[in-house]
């Protein structure tokens, strides 16, 4: 089971240049969701997303977009990156389960630095 | 304002030892409380989940509480192993709207030291 990819694990970015984050799952999860995690804090949601086709935004999402037009992937796009971009950004999915909890999935991690 | 507090920052034990790490939580509504372990460059991974009628789970070597009334929980580790060095994270779920959504603290490091 390869649970939640993300790709690339690191990524060096210039002030002004965007980019894709990439997340896959193959867990036939309904929920996905984009974090940050900054040294000395908790992580942070971006954006999440219900289903395919819904979306919806987190606690940071200014600077960020995200799609989800499949139910495996979900990828978040930087447009024109900037240093306070520099962060880890991680990935995660879970389920409804009626009446339980849904266990969150993450995956490894994206190091991303903008110079 | 939602909040997970979690103390210490970072501790430091010998191998064989046992802690206990705390988490204080201002989140409402309340769903659920978790904690992760998350090893360095690795994504967080569960431990436990504790529903507000559960006042103690265990995983292993690993036993967490919660007090709702109080909103504290503590992850106590027994007998602790080099590999038990990570930094444990406190999350606290909140259903808005049909979403659980995730309010982490910002962990605690552990290292434990032969």
């Known amino acids: 089971n390869a649970g939640v990819t993300q790709t690339p694990k690191f990524q060096v970015l210039k002030t002004g240049q965007s980019m894709t984050l990439q997340c896959a799952q193959d867990m036939n999860h309904e929920y996905m969701s984009w974090y940050r995690q900054d040294p000395g804090m908790g992580l942070r949601l971006i954006h999440y997303s219900v289903g395919a086709g819904i979306t919806d935004q987190g606690e940071v999402p200014n600077g960020y977009n995200v799609s989800r037009s499949t139910t495996e992937d979900f990828p978040l796009r930087l447009l024109s990156a900037a240093p306070s971009q520099t962060s880890v950004y991680f990935c995660a999915s879970s389920y409804s389960r009626s009446g339980g909890v849904a266990e969150a999935f993450f995956g490894q991690g994206t190091r991303l630095t903008v110079v | 304002k939602n909040q997970v507090e979690q103390s210490p920052q970072s501790l430091i034990i010998l191998e064989g030892k046992n802690c206990t790490l705390q988490?204080?939580?201002?989140?409402?509504?309340?769903?659920?409380l978790r904690w992760y372990k998350q090893d360095t460059g690795r994504g967080p991974v569960s431990l436990t989940i504790?529903?507000?009628?559960?006042n103690t789970k265990s995983n292993g070597r690993y036993t967490a509480t919660l007090d709702a009334d109080t909103k504290q929980s503590s992850l106590h580790i027994t007998a602790s192993q080099l590999s038990d060095s990570a930094s444990y994270i406190c999350v606290v779920s909140s259903n808005s709207g049909g979403y659980n959504k995730l309010i982490f603290g910002a962990g605690t490091r552990l290292a434990v030291h032969p």
């Open positions: 504790m529903t507000f009628s559960e």
């Open positions: 988490c204080n939580y201002t989140v409402s509504p309340f769903s659920n």
